[in-house]
């Protein structure tokens, strides 16, 4: 899981013990094959893999997003990846070294997954420079391309964070879009800055594979309504790799969260199908995740998409409590799906 990443970055988890076999899911009756797919055929309703072909009659296409640093010269070679597992110690280790200078943190892209998990990966690195003792010779700067901290969240919840970012010296960049990176520099559509250490949430580009078949147009991920059914029938898109707009300027955040009520409905509704009933079921747009502070802290993100007139979301301040809370919620996850 990907939250898995912040407690390696603040240093309390391990890659390896995190980790889960997806084979687990054998339990409930489903085979899992572990292959490349590398084609969909939507016509003659087939999947292909590395090795072989294999012919559906209901298709969930779920397969996230890919991270594509490479769209911005320079950032792949001078930055640390936020949401890339190999990027993942080095982050750690870089932070645990350093004695004094700039970290910088940016969001070069939209829409990346997790939305508050840039602003938690920047808590924790605070918080873990608290324990070493180098938090005040070192400077943190939080540049993002959106004016606020979270837009899909509205105003007041993005000055919330903003406030929380404020008390730990955190310094807030809005309206900074990144156009390429140099050793130690980072350079906006309007003016450059320095740093020590560049700690990056790339650009995020559809899988090709899902280009490739028609489902969704370059450039663009798979868009779809709350049924998450696409043009072709009987093909479903869920998760990251598609795209719900709400409104006609908010989307659906890309979450763990709202994947998992993506893929309820879905399966509500491949069952009625099956069974010949009325296929009702939509994602209700109902979540939530928490916005770790440090400290073993954590607030709470309270979101409902489809609440009348608008979408809300609502911080809850951090405490303890929370905190227990989202380990609880990966241990259930777990347990549930594997
Ligand atoms: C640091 C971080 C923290 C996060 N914290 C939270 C949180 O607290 N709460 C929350 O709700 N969300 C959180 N998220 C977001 C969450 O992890 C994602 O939204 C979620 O994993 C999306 O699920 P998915 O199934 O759509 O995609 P993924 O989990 O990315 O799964 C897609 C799978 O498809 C596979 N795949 C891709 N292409 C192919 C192919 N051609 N052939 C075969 N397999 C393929 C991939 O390898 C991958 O295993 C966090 C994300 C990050 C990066």
Redesign the pocket.
Known sequence: ???V??WMIAGSREFETSKKPLEGITKKGIEFIN????KIDLQNKIVR?SYRRLHYDYLIV?????LAPEQIPGLKENSLV??DINDVPRIRDAVRSMKSGRIAMAITGLPY??P??PY??ALLIRSVLEETGTSNSIQMDFYSLTPITLPAGGPQVSEEILQILKSKNIEFHGNHKTVSVEQHKIKFESGEAEFDLLIAVPPHKV???AVDCGLAQPGKFIEVDRTCRTKSDNVYA?????QIMVTDKIAVP???????GEGIAVAKNIVSKIKKEFEGAVFDGK?G??LETGKKTAGYLRVDMYADPAPVTELKPPTPDYFLE?EK?EKERLEKWL
């Open positions: 899981m990907d939250l990443k912040l292959e490349n797919v590398t893999t779920a397969l996230g997003v890919e936020l949401y997954k997790c508050p998990a938690e990966a899988p090709l594979v869920i998760g990251d790799v598609n890309k979450a763990g969260i709202f994947a998992e979540g995740c928490y989202k919620f």
